[in-house]
């Protein structure tokens, strides 16, 4: 293919994106929406993983010894704790280190600070390595000998848990139906601009163009059309994004819940955006040109 052509291409392509003014602009239009509805899902299963990562690295079980334990045997049921599958750590804390520990926390309660520990028993933190088997890991802890209670955040990790596989799942789903409309949608706005071109490229079939040389300016319009797409989606995207983690961040309700910065994914979100956008674009133009065509 000669250089020179790339020119000839590119001026074609943009030349048939104002051919269809509506239809282009209902192009432009729907793979926008499929590209934000895309995202804003995405976003979602990243953030809950997030968050979720960061509840792995600071739930902690509390396992209380039984009272009637003496400290060298409360420390023993150190070893028999680490071994319990998906346990990733098990701190002993004894009775004087827990109180000393409450008067940190909360060093305002001044009627707290003179208690006995002998009120407290002797506990173990324990941090897991998945959440999601954080239940069968707190059946395996109750049921060593000498441990009398467990207090777990077991609501917080599920419903955790819930949201991120909610929102990979409908994510996927969405990925594949909105992309299979948007390369529909692409692909009879191309088809509109071959069929009023239908004359033009039989005569350059005549003349022995090849189909190669024909179909390259749809592509360019398709490439661009997905292109402008995508960067009109990750505007907005970059928009709703902030607007939403602003308002999760201003929430006294919400504020259990860390959203990540877009600074933090704007790369990732920019690549994959014009990645799909373009991909969109390319294969609706190149399915409706090989119809065409009958290639």
Same mark, same amino acid.
């Given at each position: 293919?000669?250089? !020179?052509?790339?020119?000839?291409?590119?001026?074609?392509? &943009?030349?048939?994106?104002?051919? !269809?003014?509506?239809? =282009?602009? *209902?192009?432009?239009?729907?793979?926008?929406?499929?590209?934000?509805?895309?995202?804003?899902?995405?976003? /979602?299963?990243?953030?809950?993983?997030?968050?979720?990562?960061?509840?792995?690295?600071?739930?902690?079980?509390?396992?209380?010894?039984?009272? !009637?334990? @003496?400290?060298?045997?409360?420390?023993? &049921?150190?070893?028999?704790? #680490?071994?319990?599958?998906?346990?990733?750590?098990?701190?002993?804390?004894?009775?004087?280190?827990?109180?000393?520990?409450?008067?940190?926390?909360?060093?305002?309660?001044? &009627?707290? !600070?003179?208690?006995?520990?002998?009120?407290?028993?002797?506990?173990?933190?324990?941090?897991?390595?998945?959440? #999601?088997?954080? $239940?069968?890991?707190?059946?395996?802890?109750?049921?060593?000998?000498?441990?009398?209670?467990?207090?777990?955040?077991?609501?917080?990790?599920?419903?955790?848990?819930?949201?991120?596989?909610?929102?990979?799942?409908?994510?996927?789903?969405?990925? /594949?139906?909105?992309?299979? /409309?948007?390369?529909?949608?692409?692909?009879?706005?191309?088809?509109?601009?071959?069929?009023?071109?239908? #004359?033009?490229? *039989?005569?350059?079939?005549?003349?022995?163009?090849?189909?190669?040389?024909?179909?390259?300016?749809?592509?360019? #319009?398709?490439?661009?059309?997905?292109?402008?797409?995508?960067?009109?989606?990750?505007?907005?995207?970059? &928009?709703?994004?902030?607007? /939403?983690?602003?308002?999760?961040? @201003?929430?006294?309700?919400?504020?259990?819940?860390?959203?990540?910065?877009?600074?933090?994914?704007?790369?990732?979100?920019?690549? =994959?955006?014009?990645? *799909?956008?373009?991909?969109? $674009?390319?294969?609706?133009?190149?399915?409706?040109?090989?119809?065409?065509?009958?290639?």
């Amino acid at each position: 293919m000669a250089r !020179h052509n790339f020119g000839y291409f590119a001026r074609e392509g &943009l030349r048939n994106m104002f051919s !269809h003014g509506f239809m =282009t602009f *209902a192009t432009i239009g729907i793979t926008v929406a499929c590209l934000l509805i895309m995202g804003t899902f995405t976003l /979602v299963a990243v953030n809950a993983d997030a968050n979720l990562r960061d509840l792995e690295a600071e739930n902690e079980i509390l396992a209380y010894v039984d009272e !009637h334990y @003496t400290e060298g045997q409360a420390k023993a &049921l150190q070893a028999e704790l #680490e071994k319990i599958p998906n346990v990733a750590s098990a701190t002993y804390i004894s009775k004087e280190q827990a109180m000393e520990d409450f008067v940190a926390n909360y060093p305002d309660e001044a &009627l707290f !600070h003179n208690l006995d520990p002998e009120i407290l028993r002797d506990r173990y933190s324990i941090h897991v390595e998945d959440l #999601e088997q954080q $239940g069968a890991t707190l059946r395996a802890i109750d049921a060593v000998k000498g441990i009398d209670d467990i207090t777990a955040y077991e609501e917080v990790a599920d419903g955790f848990i819930a949201i991120r596989n909610v929102a990979t799942v409908v994510c996927v789903a969405l990925i /594949v139906v909105l992309f299979v /409309v948007s390369v529909f949608i692409t692909s009879n706005t191309v088809k509109l601009t071959t069929f009023d071109r239908r #004359e033009e490229i *039989a005569i350059m079939r005549m003349v022995g163009a090849t189909n190669g040389f024909i179909r390259w300016p749809f592509v360019y #319009e398709g490439f661009l059309l997905g292109l402008l797409s995508a960067g009109i989606a990750f505007g907005l995207q970059w &928009l709703l994004y902030t607007a /939403v983690a602003q308002g999760v961040d @201003t929430n006294d309700t919400l504020q259990l819940i860390r959203v990540l910065q877009f600074e933090q994914l704007w790369k990732p979100v920019a690549i =994959t955006f014009a990645g *799909a956008g373009m991909l969109i $674009g390319v294969g609706g133009s190149l399915s409706a040109i090989r119809q065409f065509l009958r290639v």
